[in-house]
């Protein structure tokens, strides 16, 4: 009874420290745009491109009034912009980590 306990406690840590994990890496970009030498800035900004055009022109496309569509792609507006954009990510990283844990169980099953 303990075991199963200490189990499922376990198993929880371990899917949260996982998607603490993803939900970092997905929203880590951004942040590259800060690197001091020059020509890495450049190429740091190719996934800041795809960090926000990826939700933000299905978005901007929807209708959503937080964006507009420029030469790079679609273009936040307002904080609530940025936000639709950190909570797409904290979705995707949810579902990976529910495939993840998904996949593992059922590999665990099967051995």
Do not use: C
């Amino acid at each position: 009874m303990l075991d199963e306990k200490k189990n499922k406690k376990m198993k929880l840590s371990r899917n949260l420290k996982l998607f603490f994990s993803i939900t970092l890496l997905l929203n880590l970009s951004p942040l590259f745009i800060f690197i001091p030498i020059n020509k890495l800035k450049l190429l740091a900004f190719i996934p800041y491109l795809f960090w926000i055009n990826i939700p933000g022109i299905p978005l901007a496309r929807l209708g959503v009034p937080f964006y507009e569509i420029h030469e790079f792609g679609a273009v936040p507006q307002n904080p609530a912009g940025w936000a639709l954009i950190v909570i797409f990510w904290i979705l995707i990283a949810g579902l990976l980590t529910l495939l993840v844990s998904t996949m593992k169980y059922y590999l665990h099953k099967k051995i």
